[in-house]
């Protein structure tokens, strides 16, 4: 967006005071002045309400039908520095929610104020930008009734130079471009309450590290990302595999390097599909068990989201090898897995015009059915069938404005081992601004 496409509605508010205040209304009898003064005036400040309301709207974050419009594999809101005139800008979202398990009688019922999240962006040209999240998890960094704590979190921030469409380059604490919700995890766009288990555990969403790498759209509807990033730390690895290895840029040891790249392509207006692969080492110089060993970790996703009319499906399946894993699992004491498979699919479809529902409004109805094998083979023990998880979501959501969304869904859960689950039902919403 250029200085001067921004500044026509400016203009056009300050014409409209010119031209109001210099002619006013046509000539009227004395008798009838003080009414016609009042009359002129209120309608002076209807066109200024329309105005700004007008501008307001001009800037706003796509509608929820675009919800995939964003700029360079953000999320609309933390793309809003990329659209803007150079100089600060802010955004953000919110989701909180209720919790009530429904098999499992001796799980708690329990509510949480999720995340609030802050967007900050700084253009210091047409071509040169910073942009950054700052995550509050759980409301506060104190404990809680089950002695856990929130946390305070650089979720991204890099430098961006924005050397043309084709080519842009990113550097700092990066979002690894894998799945959907890693990238576009704003609670409008996407379904449910929570995010898919998938995109938690084998994708372990939100995924960040440090790292330097090249992005761009060298033609319509064609997007990739390509970076080199610290590696994991398999030190921390476990029982469910990578997540609690992530580094966050939190003095991460860099030893050793992983490589992701991402391709996304719209095949048609109705379809588009991508993937990614990311792959290191994760031993970062430290012994296993009494060994040096390697300990690479890949991991490789690929999905599809398609639109027609009302309705919106998505598909995805992720996949994960964690190299020397028995070494590993005799160093951390727990059983880490050597492979992992994990795959959804997830229809919805938007009700408003059967329910007449006003414009501007929306009303969704949507299910999602998930497996998720986390121990899919183990090197030297047996698996936890437990962690063979296959579960069924149903939901609904309401969006009585394009940027605020109130959620309910069930979850039915299963697993191999027969065990206890807790099927939750969950009521929230979020917001983006």
């Known amino acids: 967006m250029n200085r001067k496409s921004s500044l026509q509605p400016l203009r056009g508010m300050l014409m409209a005071v010119v031209v109001l205040g210099l002619t006013g209304p046509a000539p009227v009898r004395a008798s009838d002045d003080a009414d016609a003064r009042i009359d002129a005036l209120t309608y002076t400040v209807e066109v200024l309400t329309e105005t700004v309301r007008q501008m307001r709207e001009d800037r706003a974050i796509p509608a929820t039908d675009q919800e995939l419009e964003s700029v360079s594999g953000l999320g609309p809101a933390a ?3 990329y659209g803007a005139t150079p100089g600060l800008s802010l955004g953000g979202y919110g989701e909180f929610y209720f919790d009530a398990p429904t098999a499992d009688n001796s799980a708690a019922r329990s509510a949480d104020y999720h995340r609030f999240i802050t967007y900050v962006g700084y253009k210091f040209n047409d071509r040169i930008l910073m942009n950054t999240e700052l995550e509050y998890e759980h409301a506060t960094t104190g404990t809680n009734a089950a002695g856990s704590a929130g946390s305070v979190s650089v979720e991204f921030s890099y430098l961006d130079f924005l ?46 590290e440090l790292g330097l790498g090249i992005h761009g759209e060298p033609a319509s509807g064609v997007r990739y990302e390509a970076y080199v990033v610290n590696g994991f730390d398999a030190k921390r690895y476990g029982e469910k595999g990578v997540r609690d290895a992530r580094q966050k840029g939190n003095r991460a040891l860099f030893e050793d390097v992983g490589g992701v790249v991402s391709l996304d392509v719209d095949v048609m207006p109705e379809l588009s599909v991508g993937g990614s692969v990311f792959s290191g080492g994760a031993d970062q110089g430290q012994k296993f068990d ?38 590993i699992s005799a160093d951390v004491g727990e059983t880490v897995p050597e492979r992992q498979l994990g795959w959804y699919v997830e229809g919805g479809y938007n009700v ?28 030297g023990a047996a698996s936890d069938p437990a962690l063979d998880q296959r579960s069924l979501t149903v939901g609904v959501e309401y969006l009585p404005h394009a940027q605020v969304v109130l959620k309910a869904d069930w979850t039915f859960q299963d697993n191999e081992a027969g065990t206890t689950t807790e099927d939750p039902l969950r009521v929230g919403a979020g917001f983006v601004f």
Request: hydrophobic share 40%; no cysteine; net charge positive.
């Open 290 to 327: 009494g060994e040096d060993i390697s300990a690479r970790t890949t991991i490789a996703e690929a999905h599809a989201d398609a639109r027609h009319r009302g309705f919106r499906g998505r598909a995805l399946v992720a996949t994960s090898s964690i190299g020397d894993s028995r070494q």
């Open 163 to 208: 050397l043309s469409d084709d080519v842009g380059v990113r550097a700092g604490n990066l979002l690894v471009p894998m799945g959907f919700v890693n990238r576009i995890h704003e609670p409008p766009f996407f379904r449910g309450t929570f995010r898919p288990m998938v995109e938690q555990q084998i994708i372990p969403s939100t995924w960040r």
């Open 352 to 379: 408003s015009s059967v329910l007449s529902v006003p414009a501007g409004q929306a009303v969704h109805v949507w299910t999602r059915y998930e497996m998720v094998d986390l121990q899919r083979k183990v090197d």
């Open 79 to 81: 793309s809003k520095v």
